[in-house]
């Protein structure tokens, strides 16, 4: 039954299984791998992906404070900034949903939020552009918070998924984004 190890001299433990590993940071995850409860299973837990998008708010949270709630310029050029990392055909759509949304909510806020393009009201996100590659996904998507004013009965869609983006959609979006904030 695995355990803790057995300190053998020199650095080195004595495993419940009898093999030898120096270190003490190493004998113990040996010994843990040997647990029955061990799995040698992908966790099912957060994606490499959502790991990194948790860090990233975690760091834009950071730099809010430190700029003391950052203003609207900060937050813009941390936008462009993450939208110039973007493979070509999600950066084409987001640079033309940012000057979509300048131009019909001026009053938003850009901002970045778990590292994509989001725009606030008031300091709560009201939309944000996902790009397909954030989450591996074969479509980008656009979506609104709950701060949004989209309410249409007791249902209404609140994300959108984008393979281009035409005149039509950016129209559709526009209205959207026009509607969300009145």
Request: proline share 5%; hydrophobic share 35%.
């Amino acid at each position: 039954m695995p355990g803790f190890p057995k300190h053998a001299g020199g650095g080195w433990y004595e495993l419940s299984n009898g093999d030898k590993v120096q270190g003490k940071d190493s004998a113990l995850e040996a010994e843990a791998a040997l647990s029955p409860n061990a799995t040698t299973e992908k966790s099912k837990g957060f994606t490499d992906e959502e790991r990194a998008a948790i860090k990233e708010r975690a760091q834009e949270l950071k730099t809010e404070k430190r700029r003391g709630g950052g203003g609207k310029a900060d937050g813009e050029s941390d936008l462009l900034a993450k939208i110039a990392e973007m493979p070509e055909p999600d950066r084409v759509m987001a640079e033309r949903l940012h000057a979509v949304i300048k131009v019909i909510a001026p009053d938003l806020s850009p901002k970045t939020w778990y590292g994509m393009p989001a725009y606030a009201k008031d300091g709560k996100v009201v939309c944000f552009f996902q790009s397909a590659d954030k989450f591996n996904s074969r479509y980008a998507t656009f979506g609104f918070n709950d701060t949004a004013n989209l309410d249409e009965g007791a249902m209404w869609p609140t994300s959108f998924a984008l393979k281009e983006l035409t005149a039509a959609e950016e129209a559709r979006i526009g209205a959207l984004v026009k509607k969300a904030v009145s």
